[in-house]
């Protein structure tokens, strides 16, 4: 099987996909990261994080169901602006410089109830479209 190059158009499409969601998932990160206090076990960008990851899982279950660009545009850049793995990263540093296994504790933390998120976002997409298939 030959596979086919994208053409501009399509690739422009995605561009400008990753470009728009990118912008929104990152805006949303500033507007909830200045309103969500801290909390010192965890990262600032905790709950953010975890948000972008249950979307994440989400758009998995749903990815044969959606046209590539949906998932450029959600996956890759919503998602991706509104995570941040460099905020997650100086958060950690800046913990570390405090309490060392602090930082090591938030970070273990903060990677498990991501994956977590991200399966329960998988699953509960699963569980939507299988019902919506039923009716």
Do not use: D
């Not at 053409?7 to 969500?36: H, N, Y």
């Not at 801290?38 to 990262?43: A, F, K, L, M």
């Not at 972008?52 to 850049?77: D, E, M, T």
């Amino acid at each position: 099987m030959t596979q086919t190059r994208p053409t501009v158009r399509t690739t422009a499409i995605m561009f400008v996909a990753v470009f728009v969601g990118g912008a929104a998932g990152s805006l949303l990160r500033e507007v909830f990261s200045a309103q969500i206090p801290g909390i010192p076990i965890v990262t600032a960008t905790f709950g953010i994080n975890v948000v972008a990851c249950f979307i994440l899982g989400w758009l998995y279950s749903v990815r044969h169901r959606v046209h590539a660009h949906v998932l450029h545009l959600g996956a890759v850049g919503f998602c991706g602006g509104l995570s941040t793995f460099s905020s997650f990263v100086a958060e950690l540093e800046r913990m570390a410089a405090a309490h060392f296994w602090g930082a090591i504790s938030a970070a273990a933390l903060e990677i498990a109830v991501g994956l977590a998120a991200a399966i329960l976002g998988e699953a509960i997409g699963r569980q939507l479209h299988k019902q919506k298939s039923m009716k």
